[in-house]
T-cell receptor, first 115, second 114 residues
């Protein structure tokens, strides 16, 4: 158990809909990262938040957005869903700037199925 | 820019024989390198990490990796495979800069035959 929690575990929805995925980082971790894992794209970095502020963006679509709240939990919002958005979405956390490296701890993921 | 190439998409070994999963990286900065493992229907777990200290890194469950700068490689090894090692393995690079996001390789699926 990494200490990172994600809800829900599974989500099934229809095209055009909007969903929200939730992540609670490990206690004390200020950084949250979102990743998408799909069969055709592999594991891709989407976005990073640090202490409530956006820190870096990866391959995140404009239909997707995220935020990190004062209690440090984070939400990933996916809208106008398409079939291709079906994937496993991971959240990870780390404690930056502590340490000289960037070890991230991953949650169990949310499996999104768009029908 | 950074990138990771995992040279084998599938590796099959017999239980009790050595494991070698190959990884080459490219990075503009001195990188941190990691191996993560993903068991079926599970999240990712850190196996080991290289952070510019010792070049031979020991991880959990008997896995090791050696950082070779001249070859830009970070291959993962284990002397004797166990059935429970069957999983997907990801080689990962991270820039030691402000962004600190991880760049994942495409993964190597390890099969362990009885």
């Amino acid at each position: 158990d990494s200490g990172v929690t994600q809800t829900p575990k599974h989500l099934i929805t229809a095209t055009g809909q909007r969903v929200t995925l939730r992540c609670s980082p490990r206690s004390g971790d200020l950084s949250v990262y979102w990743y998408q894992q799909s069969l055709d794209q592999g594991l891709q970095f989407l976005i990073q938040y640090y202490n409530g502020e956006e820190r870096a963006k990866g391959n995140i679509l404009e239909r997707f957005s995220a935020q990190q709240f004062p209690d440090l939990h984070s939400e990933l919002n996916l809208s106008s869903l398409e079939l291709g958005d079906s994937a496993l979405y991971f959240c990870a956390s780390s404690n930056i700037p502590a340490g000289a490296y960037n070890e991230q701890f991953f949650g169990p993921g949310t499996r999104l199925t768009v029908l | 820019a950074q990138s990771v190439t995992q040279l084998d998409s599938h590796v099959s070994v017999s239980e009790g024989t050595p494991v070698l999963l190959r990884c080459n990286y490219s990075s503009s900065y001195s990188p941190s390198l990691f191996w993560y493992v993903q068991h079926p229907n599970k999240g990712l777990q850190l196996l080991l990490k290289y952070t510019s200290a010792a070049t031979l890194v020991k991880g959990i469950n008997g896995f090791e990796a050696e950082f070779k700068k001249s070859e830009t490689s970070f291959h993962l090894t284990k002397p004797s495979a166990h059935m429970s090692d069957a999983a997907e393995y990801f080689c990962v690079v991270s820039e030691n800069t402000g962004r600190r996001a991880l760049t994942f390789g495409s993964g190597t699926r390890l099969q362990v035959q009885p």
